[in-house]
């Protein structure tokens, strides 16, 4: 069967479909990342968005859900090079083909997902429409130009959580604003010994201090940071009253609780080798990233707010504590899955400086 993709701006790129059929519109982004679908299938943050890979063979380990970053795939729709139907992978469970058709994914292979990208990073991330309804494409160019905006609309309640839930370790105690969290960051959270209790994103400051955490984590999600308004509030009252890490979303929603300003980036920033500067140890890492939106450096300082990381690709900001409070984030993935595991770092420095606050 037939599917195409095709773009705000006119283009349509035509390829086989897989998966599930249909039709479906969103912000079509690139994630460069050699490995990892099921992780980026599965990371809640792309909620709304049309996914390319730009890596050419994509499917062949398979998929198994040990690897999967959050209860099912909220992608609009999944754009590769080449799919492999017949994966070898002794964890693997089933293809990635039924995976989408599992998750009413529709797939689109056979595209030149390199020249599609270079088109994007030109004319940066655009709305489309993917579909398997091909007869009309001129349609469906009107379609994808009548597409709500991305940054008007609110996809957090649909990929957060809607009750507390409670992972149990030891000690300390952390509490995760679920902004769309990947399931990474509790896992590595456990791994430190802490009781992980995730909160949903409209949860009031008072309900998380009623648990006494030691520290507050403000999860990765999906969507314009301007748009989580309850979360910004509950951390701005949060912050000086417990140590608060944010993570991508939540380095976002910290900064704009703290009066710093974001902005859209023109194509983002998705892949697991992106290169980030720790301005403070001088060491670079490779790192997992996922964001469209970015805190503007020159925001930063009145917000009380210093970088501690930076992008070796753009120059953008990557991480802030604050000059007084214990309060650290980074726009990038800690946690991996999928990427590099060299920033888990970041999860010791918290813990230490829930340590210094003495919890
Ligand atoms: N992974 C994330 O948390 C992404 C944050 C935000 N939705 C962005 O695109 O910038």
């Not at 925001?299 to 970088?307: D, N």
Request: charged fraction near 20%; include cysteine.
């Amino acid at each position: 069967m037939q599917a195409v993709l095709a773009l705000e701006d006119g283009t349509l790129y035509y390829g086989r479909a897989f998966g599930a059929g249909g039709e479906n519109w969103g912000e079509v982004v690139f994630n460069t990342g050699m490995t990892g679908y099921e992780g980026v299938l599965t990371d809640p943050s792309y909620c709304g968005q049309i996914v390319v890979m730009t890596y050419p063979l994509v499917g062949n380990y398979g998929i198994n859900s040990e690897d999967f970053e959050s209860r099912g795939s909220f992608v609009r729709g999944f754009v590769v090079r080449e799919v492999c139907d017949r994966p070898s992978n002794w964890k693997a469970a089933g293809t990635l083909a039924e995976f989408l058709a599992n998750e009413g994914v529709i797939g689109l292979a056979g595209v030149d997902t390199r020249a599609l990208t270079r088109r994007l990073r030109t004319k940066g991330t655009m709305r489309g429409i993917i579909s398997t309804k091909t007869s009309d494409p001129e349609t469906l160019i009107e379609k994808a130009r009548s597409c709500p905006d991305f940054s008007a609309q609110d996809f957090i309640p649909t990929v957060a959580t809607k009750e507390i839930v409670r992972y149990d370790g030891g000690d300390p105690v952390v509490a995760l604003i679920d902004l769309g969290a990947k399931q990474n960051i509790v896992r590595c959270l456990q791994r430190r010994g802490c009781t992980v209790v995730v909160f949903p994103p409209d949860s009031l400051p008072a309900d998380i201090l009623a648990l006494d955490p030691a520290g507050v984590v403000i999860s990765n999600g999906p969507g314009d940071p301007v748009r989580a308004v309850s979360a910004i509030a509950a951390v701005r009252e949060l912050a000086g009253k417990k140590p608060l890490f944010g993570i991508c979303l939540g380095h976002q929603v910290l900064a704009l609780a703290l009066g710093a300003r974001t902005y859209k980036l023109k194509f983002g920033h998705r892949g697991s080798n992106h290169p980030v500067k720790d301005l403070a140890t001088g060491k670079v890492y490779i790192s997992s990233h996922n964001h469209g939106f970015s805190v503007a450096e020159e925001s930063l300082g009145p917000a009380g707010l210093v970088i501690t990381h930076r992008s070796l690709n753009d120059g953008t900001v990557e991480g802030f504590r604050h000059r007084e409070l214990p309060v650290m984030a980074v726009q990038y993935h800690p946690e991996a899955g999928p990427g590099p595991h060299d920033s888990e770092y970041l999860f010791d420095e918290f813990l230490e400086l829930i340590g210094r606050e003495g919890n």
